[in-house]
């Protein structure tokens, strides 16, 4: 079992930034395979980034094309703590954001296993 709690969310305008944090527990966390996913009222939960263990101490990073080169996945693990930072925010960010740990291989999608409680960002324009 994993327990992930998120925190960081809150309401920015158009422009600003945010940081969210995901603090998890119940496993080794330097090999977790993390990520960050958001839905927006009316849509389906959609994947934001992910942060995955390759072996030894190399971790990959990938994003969404809506917020590469705005948003930085990264990973503290002395605090057990995932972070997304969140820089030049749009309204279409507006979402609650879920912090999950799955499974992931070389070539195949990552797969959520666990997911977080959540955590609202809203953007104003």
């Known amino acids: 079992q994993v327990q992930l709690v998120e925190s960081g969310g809150g309401l920015v305008q158009a422009g600003g930034s945010l940081r969210l944090s995901c603090a998890a527990s119940g496993r080794t966390f330097s090999r977790l395979n993390m990520g960050w996913f958001r839905q927006a009222p009316g849509k389906e939960r959609e994947f934001v980034a992910t942060?995955?263990?390759?072996?030894?101490?190399?971790?990959?990073?990938d994003y969404a094309d809506s917020v590469k080169g705005r948003f930085t996945i990264f990973r503290d693990n002395a605090k057990n703590t995932l972070y997304l930072q969140m820089n030049s925010l749009k309204p279409e960010d507006t979402a609650i954001y879920y912090c999950a740990v799955g499974d992931w291989r070389r070539g195949a999608p990552f797969e959520p296993g666990y997911w977080g409680q959540g955590t609202q960002v809203t953007v104003s324009s």
């Open positions: 942060n995955v263990w390759s072996g030894g101490i190399t971790y990959y990073a």
